[in-house]
């Protein structure tokens, strides 16, 4: 399906969990800290209770939520629903983990990045959140079985044909066609300026966050050269020496630790919810072109209905029918959707700012505290 | 230049051994000690060691003479020969010449002398030095013939100070030298600075005479005399002090212009004359405020003594490539033997090479650290030769503004080092107010470069082909620790540049995602969202600027630091290795004596007498050659030991000043960023 296809294989941000105001969900999932890794395999724990209780402890890959995320959007009817994206599996061989690695440090750096798995888990979480909390989606047989069920289910490998590919980019041919309810028509544009941007804003954190990462990494170096540059304890100038370079040390260590864990929260804070739901702002966008597609069918309907020859006509208007019901029924779905959206979008970024801009005041107190202490303890060293 | 230059011909062979001497004991108030003596001629002698403090401060009066390189050597023979006995003869003659005439007399002597050696000084000293100098013997005799002989030209050089400076400094040439040398001829550089002092103190030091029996007394009468001078002063008195005041302000601006005193430098002397007279005849109080420093150095200790040079205003001269830039070095100091307490020339990028020359030249071999001065970069130049002086792109304002501030690093780290800051050249170089003589060695594509680094290249070959072994454990061990610090310091330096490199990444990157936010919101269709997203965008761009300034901040006060004692280290080595050298010398002079010595045994085995007689002198030529060698690397040991323990100290203070500065500028800068989002806050919560 078209949603399918242009949502598995797109990754997700995560957030805090929240509840969510119309629909209430039927389970609560949580996934523990607690991951095994085993090769290529990756076992994710998820604990999943029901009223406050808990229903069921089992363990998924990441394979088997593809899977779900394929069973879900296929087995049912899927016009007008926007998708929750799902997360993009993270780097877990050494070499991807290298490739990310060295696009994270730059190239010469040597340092590998160690498996950010809690990062994973915190997606996934939001994933099945937002799966559970979709009106629509949430109700679905195959969600409660997979979180009910203590084995995972046979799962196969979804692959993306050649076919549906083919369509998909037939379909996008149609994104230009003008929309006949003014409602979806601003959407759309919206959406078409809105993504742009939202990349640019993503590529940009990121970079921030790389930056933040490599200087911790610097820092860490800094650390490293000054232990070595010691001195010997003979003399009283080079005991101070050496007692300045420890408190100095340990303030460029503590730096270091703040700088890493300041860029770690800043990301799932703020960079995991922003490209979340610029990742959503794509499902909607795939959505709208579903939609767009439904009604450029319903319209050749149309004109197939005037122009069809009498002994057609019953089945042109059949078509017609169809047709009409379908693109009614997805722009019902749709409205809907669009509506619950953006409200969901606007709150949970608004709260990412602000979070983001109060955790930037923690750490720049915290620094600042440690920074005064480190200067008071070097300034009372007279020399 | 002509101050130093002229005067050093005279005593600088004898100065330079002296200073040697003097250096190895006093190391670091070398300058000051011989002044102490001054102060206290008779105690001095006893307390050398403990009087440095005290005596320090007299010696910033009575240094003023020294400006001229050639002066601080005379000073320290006549303190250490004349001081015990002097002190007394100084009092002695004062009261019989009285008040009037003889100060004239005295005072225009050292207008005369002052031409030479130390026109400033004379003022400076005036008030302290007469008294003190005064006290060599054979000075008094000698300055009083002197100064009858030359009062009549220093008369007028006072009254008409303006005019009469150019006169006077003729004069000077020419009655100086002879003069000095004809009336005193062993005494030649006593007498002349003598002569400096009793002229400055013609007015001063009279009284201070007259009042202070004791020597102590004399140090606070010297702060008194400036005040009590105006109303105490007896008519007669007050019109020495006015020529002789003036005399002094203008001696300065005059010291530079002196030292080529054959032609040209008249001429430009007298226009730099008439306006630097003008601000001194309204404040005579600033010879006073001059003299207070020293008293109050007197009281606590050499230390107090700052030199404070600062390099601003790079300015671009000249077009294409031939053009240069220059600086102007403002420098602040209450040292005594510079003649004014604050002042500035303009240099331009090859003198500052020019001088870590010279300095090298002068004190390598004696076993001195000498501060490196900032690397030639041809890139850097090249691009600011070529690029229109308008276009001010980053890169190159960039590269001017780390060059200054190394330049000014580099010449506050050469100023504080005592002996170097006394340096004629150096003095030269941050007073004289005129053009320096093109270094012409400096350029990387001169002749003279490739000489160098041919040079440089043997040096290294012999650096690792030439193993010493070691006698001293002292400088095995800090051989080691050079090598080891040195390792350590580039492992640091390595990290500082990716931290700066980093930071200015984190600075470009907020700057863009501040702008992204911007565009967002533009997009953003949620109103309130959209001012949220405004908000943010703000403050992500101030939060760029604070991290930009962290940039610098990193960059200038760890990396550079830390680049600068990687260079300090190879001055260091430099210094280590000059030690190894003057070792092989040693070493050369010792085989070449064995194997003289077995000439001269295998000759008188042949019963050759007259070989033997050959032989006999050649190992007796030789034997002095291996006791003055080894006697030179004994020496260079002790230097460099005093100078290793003056390096560890130094590092280990700037090391504590560059931490507090450097965690100063990341608190400001954290203190910036919560200031930020302090007002992020209460806005974006407003709005949802």
Redesign the interface.
């Given at each position: 399906m078209l949603e399918e296809g242009s949502v598995s294989g797109m990754s997700s941000g995560a957030s805090t969990p929240e509840p969510e105001a119309p629909f209430t969900p039927k389970f609560v999932v949580r996934l523990s800290d607690h991951v095994t890794k085993d090769g290529d395999c990756v076992k994710f724990t998820l604990q999943v209770s029901q009223n406050g209780h808990t229903v069921q402890v089992l363990e998924r890959e990441y394979e088997d939520f593809e899977y779900l995320e394929h069973c879900v959007t296929t087995s049912q009817p899927s016009h007008g629903l926007i998708i929750p994206p799902m997360p993009q599996r993270s780097a877990i061989d050494p070499y991807n983990a290298e490739i990310q690695s060295k696009r994270l440090m730059g190239k010469g750096s040597k340092t590998l990045i160690p498996d950010e798995f809690h990062k994973d888990c915190l997606q996934l979480q939001k994933y099945l959140e937002l799966l559970l909390s979709h009106p629509v989606l949430g109700k679905s047989q195959k969600l409660h079985d997979f979180l009910t069920v203590k084995e995972a289910p046979p799962r196969t490998k979804v692959k993306k044909g050649l076919i549906s590919r083919l369509s998909d980019s037939l379909d996008a041919r149609k994104a230009s066609y003008p929309d006949c309810e003014e409602f979806f028509q601003k959407e759309r544009d919206w959406v078409a300026k809105y993504q742009p941007a939202a990349a640019n804003a993503n590529d940009a954190f990121s970079k921030i966050i790389c930056a933040q990462l490599r200087i911790s990494h610097q820092l860490e170096q800094m650390v490293t050269a000054l232990k070595l540059s010691s001195l010997p304890n003979d003399q009283v100038h080079y005991m101070q020496f050496n007692n300045m370079n420890m408190i100095f040390l340990d303030c460029i260590d503590t730096l270091k630790s703040q700088t890493e864990e300041k860029a770690d929260k800043e990301d799932l804070m703020f960079g995991a919810v922003q490209t979340l739901w610029h990742r959503y702002v794509q499902a909607e966008n795939a959505m709208l072109l579903d939609r767009t597609c439904l009604m450029v069918d319903y319209q050749a309907c149309n004109r197939a209905l005037d122009k069809a020859k009498p002994n057609r006509k019953e089945a042109a208007e059949r078509a017609k029918k169809e047709a009409e019901q379908a693109f009614e029924e997805c722009s019902d779905a749709a409205r809907q959707e669009i509506k619950e959206f953006q409200r969901k979008r606007v709150e949970e970024l608004q709260r990412s700012i602000d979070q983001y801009a109060a955790y930037q005041l923690t750490c720049s107190r915290a620094t600042l505290n440690t920074l005064t202490q480190a200067l008071s303890q070097i300034k009372a060293i007279n020399l | 230049m002509a101050d130093s230059r002229e005067p050093p011909p005279l005593f600088n062979d004898d100065d330079d051994s002296r200073k040697d001497d003097d250096n190895d004991d006093l190391f670091t108030s070398a300058v000051q000690s011989p002044v102490s003596e001054l102060t206290t001629p008779e105690d001095q002698t006893k307390q050398e060691g403990a009087g440095d403090p005290l005596t320090s401060p007299p010696p910033a009066t009575s240094f003023p003479p020294d400006p001229s390189g050639g002066d601080r050597p005379d000073l320290f023979e006549s303190c250490e020969e004349p001081s015990v006995g002097g002190f007394s003869s100084v009092p002695l003659e004062q009261p019989a010449e009285g008040g009037g005439t003889q100060q004239e007399l005295s005072s225009e002597p050292p207008a005369n002398l002052v031409d030479a050696p130390s026109v400033e000084p004379a003022v400076m000293s005036s008030f302290i030095t007469p008294a003190e100098e005064a006290s060599t013997l054979d000075a008094a005799a000698a300055t009083n013939d002197d100064d009858d002989d030359a009062t009549n030209p220093t008369n007028h050089a006072g009254e008409d100070t303006a005019s009469s400076s150019e006169e006077a400094l003729v004069t000077v040439y020419d009655s100086e030298t002879p003069e000095v040398h004809s009336s005193a001829p062993e005494l030649d550089a006593d007498s002349s600075l003598l002569n400096a002092p009793s002229f400055l103190g013609d007015g001063e030091t009279t009284e201070i005479s007259l009042d202070d029996t004791a020597q102590e007394v004399s140090l606070e009468d010297e702060t008194d005399d400036g005040e009590l001078f105006d109303p105490a002063s007896t008519p007669k008195l007050q019109l020495n002090q006015d020529p002789p005041l003036p005399a002094s302000n203008i001696l300065p601006p005059m010291g530079a212009p002196l030292t080529p005193p054959v032609a040209p430098i008249t001429p430009t002397a007298t226009p730099n004359l008439t306006p630097n007279v003008t601000p001194a005849a309204p404040t005579p109080v600033t010879p006073v405020a001059a003299a207070r420093p020293s008293a109050e150095q007197l009281e606590s200790e050499s230390g107090d003594e700052f030199i404070e040079i600062s390099i601003s205003d790079p300015q671009k001269i000249g077009d294409g490539m031939s053009s240069y830039m220059a600086y102007k070095v403002t420098t602040k100091t209450n040292i005594a033997y510079f003649r004014k307490k604050h002042w500035s020339v303009t240099r331009r990028f090859s003198d500052f090479l020019g001088l870590h020359g010279k300095l090298v030249e002068k004190h390598l071999h004696s076993g001195r650290i000498i501060p490196p001065a900032p690397e030639k970069s041809a890139i850097g130049t090249t691009k600011i030769k070529l690029g229109s002086d308008k276009s001010s792109d980053s890169s190159s304002s960039d590269f001017i503004e780390r060059r200054r501030a190394s330049l000014e690093r580099y010449m506050n780290r050469t100023a504080a080092h005592p002996t170097l800051r006394s340096d004629p050249d150096f003095r030269e170089f941050i007073e004289l107010d005129a053009e320096l003589p093109r270094a012409t060695q400096t350029s990387a594509l001169s002749s003279a470069g490739v000489l160098r680094l041919f040079n440089r290249v043997g040096e290294t070959v012999n650096k690792m082909t030439f193993k010493m072994d070691e006698s001293d454990q002292w400088f095995e061990e800090k051989t080691q620790?050079i090598e080891?610090?040195d390792a350590?310091?580039r492992?640091?330096h390595?990290?500082?540049e990716?931290?700066v490199a980093?930071?200015r990444?984190?600075a470009t990157?907020?700057a863009?995602?501040a702008?992204?936010?911007a565009?967002?919101s533009s997009?953003?269709?949620?109103s309130?969202?959209s001012r949220?997203?405004h908000q943010?965008a703000e403050?992500t761009e101030r939060t760029h600027t604070i991290h930009h300034a962290q940039a610098d901040a990193d960059f200038y006060h760890l990396s550079e630091t830390t680049k600068d004692y990687i260079h300090l280290i190879g001055a260091v080595k430099d210094v280590f290795h000059e030690r190894v050298k003057t070792f092989q010398t040693w070493q050369h002079a010792q085989t070449m004596l064995a194997k003289k010595r077995e000439a001269k045994a295998k000759a008188e085995l042949a019963g050759r007498m007259d070989k033997v007689q050959q032989a006999q002198d050649e190992v007796a030529e030789w034997e002095a050659k291996v006791e003055r060698s080894q006697e030179e690397f004994d020496r260079i040991s002790r230097a460099i030991k005093k100078e290793m323990e003056q390096f560890?100290?130094v590092?280990?203070?700037d090391?504590?000043d560059m931490?507090?500065k450097y965690?100063?500028a990341?608190?400001t800068s954290?203190?910036q960023?919560?200031k930020v989002?302090?007002t992020?806050?209460p806005e974006?919560?407003a709005i949802?």
């Open positions: - | 620790q080891n610090l350590q310091l492992k640091l390595a990290a500082m990716g931290l980093y930071r990444e984190l990157s907020t863009s995602f702008k992204s936010a565009v967002l997009v953003e269709e949620h309130a969202l949220a997203l943010l403050s560890d100290i590092r280990v203070k090391f504590k931490l507090v965690l100063e990341l608190m954290q203190q960023i919560i989002w302090e992020f806050l974006a919560r949802s």
